[in-house]
């Protein structure tokens, strides 16, 4: 088990553009297991990308069932290189980062997605992901190109919340 630091806002790293995987080797098998391990031992986290630990390569982690609220998900996904394939309709959703503990903001994201990514095997598969899991997939691989909920959230002014404490 090895639980990694988390980057936090403005960290310069945060906004490296990922690399693409090509191999799956000791490092990259090193860093999904310190990305499951990072995300379980944060209690609520319900998703991380590899950036947000100092690594710039393209996988994220991400489990919606931690989500009590979300009914229809995967369970725990590990994607490497994911790329939204298809957008469909919008909502708004609260969002929150590890990386940005101070603030939660409203963003405008697609209720659902079409998602390609490839498993631990490099195995290539397509998922379709729906609300709540759509907009965390939709969070977690803007990571991956060096942008934060907080570059898109609605408006600066009124849809920026500060929160004392991530929980
Ligand atoms: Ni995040």
Redesign the pocket.
Known sequence: MAEREVLIYPDPRLKEIARDVDLVDDYIKQVIQDLIDTMEMSGHST?I?AT?IGEPVRIVVADASKNKKCEDNHGRLVMINPEILKWEGMLQFREG???VPDFTGNVNRARKILIRYQDENLESKVIEAEGFEAVLLQ??TD?LEGT??IDRVISKRTDLFRRKKYK
């Open positions: 998703g990308a947000q980062c590890m990386s969070h977690e990571h934060l909920f």
